[in-house]
């Protein structure tokens, strides 16, 4: 059974960073895109972050210079650092795996709240 798991969410100041982390089990990550979206209260879900398996990377345009992914295969995990977070960063923040063939897995998500 594939899982992936979301950790690192929570509640921080404007200006302030995060780091969010993708648990995945039951995969080898290693050979998968891995990708951050995020969706906010009463807006559609959007891509945030794609790392691939040579480790490029592409970012949304309204994060780019402020988010970074990564990716640690030895502990078949991605990572999500967000530095000058900003009140429009606000969401639910989703790990996802993209599939060529049957849906894509997707983590349950993890609240991030940036407020003062």
């Known amino acids: 059974q594939v899982q992936l798991v979301e950790s690192g969410g929570g509640l921080v100041q404007p200006g302030g960073s995060l780091r969010l982390s993708c648990a995945a089990s039951g995969i080898d990550a290693s050979i998968y895109i891995m990708r951050w979206y995020r969706q906010a209260p009463g807006k559609e879900r959007e891509l945030v972050a794609l790392i691939n398996v040579n480790r490029n990377t592409n970012y949304a345009d309204s994060v780019k210079g402020r988010f970074t992914i990564s990716r640690d295969n030895a502990k078949n995990t991605v990572y999500l650092q967000m530095n000058s977070l900003r009140p429009e960063d606000t969401a639910v923040y989703y790990c996802?795996?993209?599939?060529?063939?049957?849906?894509?897995?997707w983590g349950q998500g993890i609240q991030v709240t940036v407020s003062s």
């Open positions: 996802n795996v993209p599939r060529a063939i049957g849906d894509d897995y």
